[in-house]
């Protein structure tokens, strides 16, 4: 008798589900209106719930569960889209929406955990079923992290040990390696317990909360067909190409810290893996199209580059390569969000047409860089007005060019969100920054965190408007301007608002006077912002 078990809900007697066979639940499904995500969510979950609560014979609960995972996969993509890459804190219904997620996730997991659990015991039904059900178990676990990823928020240590205690199971059931189909990877269906396994904790180590929601799904259809060239070994590798990942079996995290921490080691060989993902980046170098070398027809360059050449970091080179050592900080930095904000706060003054007076005093600008905003209680406070506010988050670590800040839940703030701009003053500074937000996450339920990278130079405020026929009646709209800083090659570039950018496209940018200028190249996109290099004309 194994000694491994989970954490699972008694089965017995009490209220069925609606159906307890297998012809029972194609028949439910036929009348379900599963069309509306929500209510199939709902429906869904009661049954799922009442099953896994329910005393049936083992070799049956496999079927239902086979039979509703399709569905639950379907409701559960439709439902992900309300809180897919918002930015943070989640509004209420977009947390409701993940909570759902999360749920129906964890039953699906715990039905087969039900029959892990069985295989174990030493059910005849089930033990030639063992690999599929292991492989399902590790799946629905892989999906609700990949939710958790989705709307940036930190997985409970539980995740992890029930990973791993997924995993030991089907070690001992000698179920790693046969192959199983999975009909939820639609173009790499082949799949095993030992690529599940590897899929997972490969998702984590891709620093997820630096990529975008398209590219998380990116990188979740990648490892269906990556996964089987990872190996998992009680010992370590011979002659690696690249580091290994190493795994301690009976711990409550994604990875070992080193051999000497002892525990049920085990080693993850990535030479397989690095020499695919390396030839790739080298073929799409020379010009290849990332569909003829099976990376997916919506896939283009350079973002398809760029996200394999993350990876290869941070799977193979132990993470991203840092320019400037960062090291453990502390004090304020005060931050603005929202480009209308921001240039309230940059330029000192409200953002008006040019040619209306729109400037402000000097009591009032000097009153913005001491309180936050115009001292007064008058209708004239446009800040307040607004809503614009100076937020002060904790500092955490910092290098020359960003820092790591922390603002606890309950203090009032704006939302962050990856690639979005913002605003940063440093203690000690009196004037801000722009820069970017390249990853927010909750961390530990009680503070969001954000990773912040400097954009170079002193920053000016200006407005732009389009040029042409269809940009006529059109209106000026905030804008930045940065000089070129040559020590970090960095040239003199504007930034103007999402999907501006075109190659040779003409736009009016008003400093002082009204002039002209053709945007060139694209050097960063975010959330709400391009940055790009322009030709005076």
Known sequence: MSTITFDLPSLGTGQPPAFVSARGCHDWLAVQPLANPGHAQALMLRQINLLNRYGIAPGERLKLLELLRDPIAFAQTESARKFAGRPLPLAPAEQAGMDANRTLWQALQTGYLHCLQACLEGSAELRPHAPLIAQRALSALRAELL?????????????????????????????LAQP??????????????????????????????????????QVERWLHRWGGKVAVLKAPPAEPRVPPLLVDLSAAAPEAPSEESGGELRWLDLSDLSRSVKRRITHLQRGESPASLGLGEDCVQPGCENLLRHLYQQWFKGGAARLHPRHSGSGICRLVTGLEAIHYYLSGKIFRQPGQDGAMSKTQADEIATFGRVATRHEEDY??????????????DESATGFRLMRPLAQNGGRIGSGQMVAVMPEGSRSFLLAVAR??????????????????????TIALRGTGLAAINEKYRPGFKLPAVPSLKYPESVIVPAGWFRPGRVIDLYEQTSRQIRLTHQLDRGSDFERCTYDNL
């Open 147 to 175: 939710d958790i990823y989705r709307a940036a928020t930190d997985p409970p240590s539980q995740l992890w040990q029930v990973l791993h205690r997924v995993f030991s199971a089907a070690e001992q059931l000698g179920a």
């Open 180 to 217: 199983v189909n999975d009909s939820l990877q639609t173009t790499h269906p082949a799949s095993s317990v030992a690529a599940a396994y590897a899929q997972t904790l490969l998702l984590h180590r891709a620093s997820p909360y630096e990529l975008s929601g398209r590219q998380l799904l």
């Open 383 to 396: 800040s307040q007005m607004q809503g614009f506010l100076i937020e002060e988050w904790q500092v955490l």
């Open 439 to 460: 990853w927010s996450r909750l961390a530990g339920g009680a503070g969001l965190q954000a990773g912040i990278q400097i954009m170079p130079g002193n920053p000016l």
